[in-house]
């Protein structure tokens, strides 16, 4: 029996078991209901209200304090002797990795092709908005974080539900958070071994085959799918053994590489084409407000920007806190300022820039029932010949960078569930580059859409517990602003000498 056959066989039997409760789940989570003429997912709704109430709740944090964020990324706030893992930058780098994807390459340009240009108004609005949620998440997260005897950091919402809603509410809270936090972990895991681990091996094959000669090519046999998988299996379970550290010193590398070479290349197709900017700018204000063609109006942009912008930064689904709270600081909300910018550069610079790349290059494909990622790649493709190619290594880092977070995020969760033996990591990590594997070969779809219900739930419990927590957020802000103040007064410049002093202060 040959490779293709039995794999067709795995996918077939895993989609005929699962598909039931895949479609049942998702109909549950993404549950829409019909306003002016489209659908609205409440998920979506529930999301952008977070963003909504914590921005009015926290004066706009992400606007007041965006320079300030900027400093502590810089270092200008580093406390000697704190406890964690990775700087700000190293903690940042490593939660975009798991946000930058390819969400921001292929889903943008869905969101441009249905919605118009005005989808991506909505989508830059709904990425400020989440810049607040992600900012009370991550300051929980390091709130209520677990150093372990090693040196080693625990953080997510698997620990700030049940310490945080235990130090509030007494017992009935610590009941609670305990129930929440063991479904968080097994929402975290489940979408870390096929959302964040096999899909993305997954597509990036697929982009990889499509370039060098489809089916027919150098690798689009199951050997050469198989080959592919091991080797990407190889590279993660590699950079997997070293533990956050480890992850966060290829991420600070590979992030800004990735990031870079693709705004490049969207500044090149719009700077050859920048007579068209002031229309294409135009096209996107008005399209906003006034859409011709798009289901349901302005609501229809509206929904479908807020809709890409929520599945791409992740904001609320309480998965960013865990790179975070692996950071050196005495001072959870300083990286809950640093986690602001993550929104910021996926949504409003990333996908902006790739939506305004479309919008401007206007290419044949746009509109037409096909991958979000050929828009793309079609839209620099009008420029430059040579795209493709590039696009294709992008999507390869991107991807790999997502697997190799979401590899972290997962095994705090199996730890959480399992313990922390030895034992139980290794089985994880075994675990996890066998999926890496598995995802060249396989599709199973059918698990993919059950991914990505059992995250976005997450989201209903992970809010709520911010809901009840903000109060405690409230406290730390303040607390990092009166050190902030303490240290300006004082002239120091990051070195954190006279940290003692100063916390007398606080």
């Known amino acids: 029996m040959s490779l293709e056959s039995v794999t067709q066989s795995v996918d077939e039997a895993v989609s005929g078991f699962f598909e039931p409760i895949a479609k049942w789940l998702g109909e549950v989570v993404f549950y829409a209901v019909p306003v002016g003429g489209t659908d609205l997912p409440l998920i979506v709704a529930w999301l ?16 007041r304090k965006f320079r300030l964020a900027v400093d502590v990324v810089r270092g200008k706030y580093d406390e000697k002797g704190s406890a964690g893992e990775v700087n700000h930058f190293q903690a940042l780098t490593a939660a975009v990795s798991g946000t930058v994807g390819l969400g921001n390459i292929a889903g943008v340009a869905v969101a441009v092709s249905i919605g118009g240009p005005g989808a991506t108004f909505w989508m830059i609005l709904c990425g400020l908005l989440g810049m607040a949620t992600k900012f009370v998440e991550v300051t929980l997260g390091v709130k209520y974080r677990e150093v372990h005897a090693d040196g080693t950091v625990s953080g997510g919402p698997m620990h700030y539900l049940p310490k945080g809603l235990a130090e509030r509410f007494g017992k009935n809270g610590k009941t609670l958070g305990k129930v929440l936090a063991v479904l968080a972990s097994f929402m975290i895991l489940f979408f870390g071994l096929f959302g964040g681990n096999l899909f993305q091996v997954n597509q990036s094959y697929a982009q990889l085959v499509s370039v060098t000669g489809g089916e027919d090519g150098a690798i689009g046999s199951s050997a050469g799918a198989l080959f592919f998988g091991i080797l990407v299996a190889a590279l993660v379970g590699i950079v997997l053994l070293g533990g956050i550290r480890s992850i966060a010193n290829v991420t600070s590398r590979l992030v800004p590489a990735m990031a870079g070479i693709y705004i490049v290349a969207c500044l090149v197709v719009i700077l050859v084409n920048v007579s068209a900017v002031p229309d294409a700018v135009t096209a996107i204000v008005k399209g906003a407000f006034n859409p011709e063609g798009v ?30 709270s692996a950071v050196k600081t005495k001072h959870p909300a300083s990286e809950g300022l640093v986690a602001l910018l993550e929104p910021f550069i996926d949504t409003v610079v990333i996908c902006t820039m790739t939506a305004l790349t479309i919008v401007i290059a206007n290419p044949a494909t746009l509109g037409e029932d096909i991958g979000g990622v050929t828009i793309t790649s079609d839209a620099f493709e009008t420029v430059l010949p040579w795209f493709p190619y590039i696009l294709t290594v992008a999507v390869m880092l991107f991807a790999i960078s997502t697997v190799l977070t979401w590899g972290y995020y997962g095994l705090k969760a199996w730890t959480y569930l399992f313990g922390r033996s030895r034992t139980s990591e290794v089985t994880y990590k075994v675990l996890y580059t066998v999926f890496a594997i598995a995802g060249s070969l396989l599709t199973l779809q059918t698990l993919i859409d059950l991914a990505d219900a059992v995250l976005f739930s997450l989201a209903v419990i992970n809010i709520i517990g911010l809901y009840l927590l903000a109060p405690v957020v409230k406290r730390e802000l303040n607390s990092f602003l009166e050190y902030v103040r303490a240290r300006d007064a004082g002239g120091e410049t990051g070195d954190g000498e006279d940290q003692e002093s100063v916390k007398t202060t606080v």
Request: no cysteine; net charge positive; proline share 2%.
């Open 48 to 63: 952008v209200v977070a963003g909504l109430v914590f921005t009015g709740w926290f004066g706009f944090v992400q606007v």
């Open 295 to 324: 289901a349901g109006g302005v609501l229809g942009a509206l929904i479908i920007g807020f809709k890409r912008a929520a599945f791409s930064n992740e904001a609320g689904l309480g998965s960013a806190p865990i790179a975070h």
